[in-house]
């Protein structure tokens, strides 16, 4: 089974930085695609970043440029750099590992909250 824990969600002021961890266990790892996610209060579940297996990179429209997803995959660690934050960024950030057309498991997720 598959358990992911997601850390360094917190308080921030606008323009400030945070980065968010996600360590996997219970199965391989670097062959899984990894993936950030992020619900706001009263909305659903919208895509942030993933990643793939050999590191390439895919951000939503509203983070690229501001936010850095990577892995470690010796430490079984997803990353998520967030730089330049604003307060529509607040919301519950998610790591989820998965395969495509196979298994798929999230965390329990991280709160994030960007304000003066």
């Known amino acids: 089974q598959v358990q992911l824990a997601e850390s360094g969600g917190g308080l921030v002021q606008p323009g400030g930085s945070l980065r968010l961890s996600c360590v996997a266990s219970g199965r391989s790892f670097s062959d899984s695609y990894m993936g950030w996610y992020r619900q706001a209060p009263g909305k659903g579940r919208d895509f942030v970043a993933t990643i793939t297996g050999d590191g390439t990179a895919n951000y939503a429209d509203a983070v690229r440029g501001r936010f850095t997803i990577s892995r470690d995959d010796a430490k079984r660690t997803l990353y998520l750099q967030m730089t330049s934050l604003k307060p529509e960024d607040t919301a519950v950030y998610y790591c989820?590992?998965?395969?495509?057309?196979?298994?798929?498991?999230w965390g329990q997720g991280t709160q994030v909250t960007v304000a003066s």
């Open positions: 989820r590992e998965y395969q495509l057309g196979g298994y798929n498991f």
